[in-house]
């Protein structure tokens, strides 16, 4: 109850992350800790550190990872992202699904610990991204999820943080529809170039799963029968 619930975005990110195979990643407000669980299942030999402003929700995170075996995989560090004392360039690739709404915006938690996790009482989106390009190495990624209606907002922090937009990626819930979440990838120190694959569309006209989204929450129980989109 102290932790905001696990959503559609958090899945559909950890699927979007890349990341190399011993990589040091590092999730920015990780609540209870859903990121680097779902990291950790997809990448067999990563560590994952989560830093969680909330003491509740960090609590929870490291219950979550010891319940998985995943202790020995998962840090959770209790403290503000923006001046917690880790040194510079230490991780290989940050993950983040920050806040979407500015503060004294949008439809708020009733519990006031969980305002964090839904709009920029502790941080903004500009925090987030100086943040993560200080935590990363030269040519280390940054991966993000937020609103189509801020993207511009994202993406000029991203730049302004050195982290390069090169991969963008927009979400429907049906094809046809105006996107509601935009997929984002960053680079340090890289040049302009961005790629943009066509949308991510959740459900088929009848309401099933498409065949990609029902890989995403399935990674192990492919079927053949669900290929057809």
Known sequence: DDCFPVGTDSVLLSAFVRVSKRAKVCDLGCAGGIL????????????????EISEKAAEVA???????QLSHRIDILTGDMRTIPIPAESFDTIVCNPPYYKRHSGRLPKKEQMHAARAETSCTIQEVCATASRLLRYGGTFFTVFKPERMCEL??????AKLMPKRLRFVQHKAGQAPILVLVEGKKGAA????V???LVLCKRNGEPTAEAYRIYHPDEISDEREGG
Request: hydrophobic content about 35%.
């Open 36 to 51: 680097p669980l779902l990291l950790c299942g997809r990448h067999k030999e990563i560590h994952v550190t989560g830093i």
């Open 62 to 68: 490291k219950d979550n990872a010891a319940r998985n």
């Open 155 to 160: 993406t000029s922090a991203m730049e302004a």
């Open 192 to 195: 302009h170039g961005l790629i």
């Open 197 to 199: 694959p066509p949308p």
